[in-house]
């Protein structure tokens, strides 16, 4: 037989012989006997494959014959043939460099199968009935044995750069690509679990199948360029059809394509919510819950518009999903008052939000829901999300049939508010809510030292269930481990670190990334590993392809993305400042700060498992 793929041209002559095949110099034997003209044939059509491939300018170097025998371990050469057992096949070829692209691919294998017909009676019907000379022989189900091909590509993957580690889709979950759904459907499942992956292997597929336009969204701006250059290393002949994009960037510009003006100025909108905090949030009830305006800040944002809120009758009665600080009436009516001056002095400055952003668009889209540009919408992260942003989403494709994926953990939510899906209007029904269970990244120890984070933090995700901080997942990789490192000193602890980034081997800082709770730690470590003459690439910089450099971005930019080494330095110290900050004051206070605790151990969770080989903890300790 004739196989093509990207490491070439293989011509695969299969034998089924009782004894295994002896080479002694040029001779080829078995059983006692010589064996050479079966090596002579394949020869011979190996140099028919070769005056195929030159006509359309192929090396015959890239034609390579391999003669394969089943129930048998061999490896070895006669003269240019390679000898493989049905173990060793597989991973032989997945070992193959790369010689020819995907099209490159399809275009000799089209090339071949003209030149070489098929063999009448080719097909196998069906086995025939074992008898007294075949009972003895190994039964195969086919030239590769399966289990083999997979452990083979999973090793592969493994040692390959992050990368391609990334885009890696485990045999499992190739069904789960394919899957025909009759409505919205959700993917779910603990980190580690391959939910990304899915995703972006069914943006593939979908944009193959349908022929239209796919959407993948996400929050972060960081993403989305990452997951574009995957697809097109993936899948080039479909990567136009498929728009990457952040939801907000993706919904300026929606609403610039319909004309509907939008002046979004952060800037502008922050000085209004600061004014409205002075005139009407400082003084009054609101500070004895929490001084803190960024609390209340979080509160319109999240609650009241990112759930589409407009009168005071409907938050009043809203549950304030992952919002544990109880409000009673008079402080929700001391929260609708900062609202609307906010709105007052934003409205004053004739600018917009984010959240105006995506109500806009919502609005818009609402309007003309037969006008959407898209076969399909993949929402990857979707727990990060705003009930509007979801609702914005939903209104593009509806409840048509493979329309609406949404991808994503409530337990790896960085951010505070929250929604339930049948909020939003969409309905998961039986077999549309699928849950991974076999985490293909992580270590157990690994994975239990990130679990430990979140152990007590039970949580509540978009289909309304409530779930314990420690979950059972399936584990499948073993080789991680965990370093902790402990200082007395932060100058210490940051020249530990970078002996550990030194210590790395050639090439290996390329699948490194160092991670801070804040944008100020962030500053503080580019300054560090620059002066340690440490190539440095920002995450926010990062677009998929791979850069000899450790990468550095904080906790919320390294979502959705995946490392071989992870270095947390002083992971434990955000923590620390938020419990102090807590403090005694009154007996209400603690409860916001818990909030905040809480939401900060879940982001140290997603840092945290993000590691695949290695996560270094250092800890700075008086």
């Given at each position: 037989?004739?196989?093509?793929?990207?490491?070439?041209?293989?011509?695969?002559?299969?034998?089924?012989?009782?004894?295994?095949?002896?080479?002694?110099?040029?001779?080829?034997?078995?059983?006692?006997?010589?064996?050479?003209?079966?090596?002579?044939?394949?020869?011979?059509?190996?140099?028919?494959?070769?005056?195929?491939?030159?006509?359309?300018?192929?090396?015959?170097?890239?034609?390579?014959?391999?003669?394969?025998?089943?129930?048998?371990?061999?490896?070895?050469?006669?003269?240019?043939?390679?000898?493989?057992?049905?173990?060793?096949?597989?991973?032989?070829?997945?070992?193959?460099?790369?010689?020819?692209?995907?099209?490159?691919?399809?275009?000799?294998?089209?090339?071949?199968?003209?030149?070489?017909?098929?063999?009448?009676?080719?097909?196998?019907?069906?086995?025939?009935?074992?008898?007294?000379?075949?009972?003895?022989?190994?039964?195969?189900?086919?030239?590769?044995?399966?289990?083999?091909?997979?452990?083979?590509?999973?090793?592969?993957?493994?040692?390959?750069?992050?990368?391609?580690?990334?885009?890696?889709?485990?045999?499992?979950?190739?069904?789960?690509?394919?899957?025909?759904?009759?409505?919205?459907?959700?993917?779910?499942?603990?980190?580690?679990?391959?939910?990304?992956?899915?995703?972006?292997?069914?943006?593939?597929?979908?944009?193959?199948?349908?022929?239209?336009?796919?959407?993948?969204?996400?929050?972060?701006?960081?993403?989305?360029?990452?997951?574009?250059?995957?697809?097109?290393?993936?899948?080039?002949?479909?990567?136009?059809?498929?728009?990457?994009?952040?939801?907000?960037?993706?919904?300026?510009?929606?609403?610039?394509?319909?004309?509907?003006?939008?002046?979004?100025?952060?800037?502008?909108?922050?000085?209004?919510?600061?004014?409205?905090?002075?005139?009407?949030?400082r003084g009054s009830r609101l500070a004895e819950i929490d001084p803190r305006p960024g609390y209340w800040r979080e509160e319109i944002d999240h609650v009241i518009k990112g759930r589409g809120i407009t009168t005071f009758q409907e938050y009043a009665s809203v549950p304030r999903r992952r919002r544990r600080t109880v409000l009673r009436r008079a402080h929700r009516q001391a929260v609708w008052e900062l609202y609307e001056t906010y709105e007052s002095q934003r409205i004053e400055r004739g600018v917009h939000d984010f959240n105006d952003v995506l109500s806009l668009a919502l609005a818009e889209a609402a309007r003309h829901a037969d006008r959407s540009p898209y076969e399909a919408v993949i929402v990857d992260e979707v727990q990060d999300l705003t009930l509007v942003g979801v609702r914005l989403l939903h209104a593009l494709v509806g409840d048509a049939p493979n329309g609406l994926l949404l991808v994503g953990d409530g337990q790896q939510a960085v951010y505070p508010g929250g929604f339930r899906l049948a909020e939003a209007g969409i309905d998961i029904r039986g077999d549309r809510g699928q849950i991974l269970r076999t985490n293909y990244r992580n270590s157990q120890q690994i994975l239990q030292a990130a679990l430990t984070v979140v152990a007590d933090d039970a949580f509540e995700d978009i289909d309304g269930l409530r779930t314990p901080g420690r979950r059972d997942v399936d584990l499948t990789y073993h080789d991680g481990r965990v370093v902790r490192v402990t200082e007395p000193t932060t100058n210490a602890h940051d020249q530990a670190l970078l002996d550990a980034l030194r210590a790395l081997g050639d090439g290996a800082r390329a699948d490194a990334a160092v991670l801070c709770p804040s944008t100020r730690a962030i500053d503080h470590y580019q300054r560090l590993l620059m002066q340690g003459h440490i190539p440095v690439c920002l995450l926010e910089h990062y677009d998929g392809h791979a850069v000899d450099s450790v990468k550095l971005g904080t906790y919320r930019r390294a979502k959705g993305l995946e490392f071989k080494y992870v270095y947390l330095p002083q992971h434990d110290g955000a923590l620390s400042n938020e419990a102090s900050a807590g403090g005694s004051g009154t007996t209400e206070v603690p409860q916001t700060a818990r909030e905040r605790e809480e939401l900060l151990r879940s982001q140290l969770f997603v840092a945290m498992t993000r590691a695949r080989d290695l996560l270094w903890l250092g800890s700075v300790t008086p």
């Open positions: 037989m004739l196989l093509v793929g990207p490491g070439g041209v293989f011509v695969i002559d299969v034998k089924n012989w009782r004894s295994a095949p002896e080479v002694s110099g040029e001779k080829l034997c078995a059983g006692g006997e010589r064996r050479d003209e079966h090596a002579a044939k394949l020869l011979a059509v190996t140099k028919a494959a070769e005056s195929a491939v030159a006509s359309l300018g192929m090396s015959p170097v890239a034609v390579q014959p391999l003669m394969v025998f089943a129930g048998q371990r061999v490896d070895t050469t006669l003269g240019r043939i390679r000898l493989l057992g049905e173990h060793e096949v597989g991973p032989a070829l997945l070992s193959e460099c790369r010689r020819l692209r995907t099209e490159a691919v399809r275009a000799m294998a089209d090339h071949l199968e003209r030149i070489f017909p098929d063999y009448e009676g080719s097909v196998v019907e069906q086995e025939a009935p074992p008898t007294p000379d075949t009972w003895q022989q190994p039964v195969s189900d086919g030239l590769f044995d399966l289990q083999g091909l997979r452990d083979a590509a999973l090793d592969e993957a493994l040692r390959a750069p992050i990368e391609q580690w990334m885009t890696f889709l485990h045999p499992d979950q190739v069904a789960l690509v394919r899957r025909n759904w009759s409505g919205p459907a959700r993917i779910s499942g603990p980190a580690g679990t391959g939910k990304t992956v899915v995703g972006l292997h069914r943006a593939a597929h979908l944009a193959k199948r349908t022929g239209g336009r796919v959407l993948y969204v996400t929050f972060a701006n960081n993403l989305p360029r990452v997951q574009g250059t995957f697809l097109r290393a993936m899948s080039p002949a479909v990567a136009d059809r498929v728009d990457f994009r952040s939801l907000h960037s993706w919904a300026q510009e929606f609403l610039q394509t319909r004309g509907v003006p939008v002046r979004l100025h952060g800037d502008k909108a922050e000085t209004a919510f600061s004014l409205a905090w002075k005139r009407v949030g």
